[in-house]
């Protein structure tokens, strides 16, 4: 296991589209145990294999405990709505409101290739959303309230 670098603002990598996983062998299990390790060295909540440069559809995530691997996840379901402020370990300095669905379920495989699916509110569908969406390019800033000022700043990449 070891940690990798994670990606910034800026990277042109953050706004490709993922591929899916289709060998579900050692060099994934590398990159999740991997990515765990990165993650919990950032003292992230999520991360997504774009984040550390890997444009493939495998993503992370620790909400108090629970720790969950999605690989190749769907949001087949949404309901609700929350508003709350949101935070990237690939967009320093930089934390503002995001509305997501309340509730989601997430359709994925585990590590193994078997499929399961997952339902979950509050921070879990916040999390899930936030981290799929980075496997389709998109950053938290795109939906933030704040975004125009953001973008002003640091420019729109
Ligand atoms: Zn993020």
Do not use: W
Not at 97 to 120: L, S
Not at 129 to 149: A, P, Q, T, W, Y
Request: charged letters at 35%; hydrophobic letters at 35%; one cysteine or more.
């Amino acid at each position: 296991m070891a940690k990798r670098k994670v990606l910034k603002y800026g990277d042109e990598r953050l706004r490709k589209v993922a591929k899916p996983v289709t060998e579900f062998d050692d060099d994934l299990f590398e990159l999740l145990d991997d990515m765990k390790d990165t993650m919990y060295a950032n003292n992230g909540m999520g991360l997504a294999a774009t984040q550390v440069g890997v444009l493939r559809r495998v993503v992370i995530m620790d909400l108090g405990g629970s720790f969950f691997e999605l690989i190749n996840p769907e949001i087949v379901a949404s309901s609700g709505e929350q508003e709350d402020e949101e935070g990237c370990l690939s967009v320093p300095n930089f934390s503002d409101v995001v509305k997501r669905p309340y509730k989601v379920t997430v359709k994925a495989k585990d590590r193994y290739g078997y499929d399961f699916e997952i339902t979950g509110e509050k921070y879990f569908a916040r999390c899930a959303c936030h981290e799929i969406d980075h496997l389709n390019g998109i950053l938290f800033v795109d939906k933030s309230e704040n975004r125009e000022k953001y973008y002003k700043k640091y420019g729109k990449k």
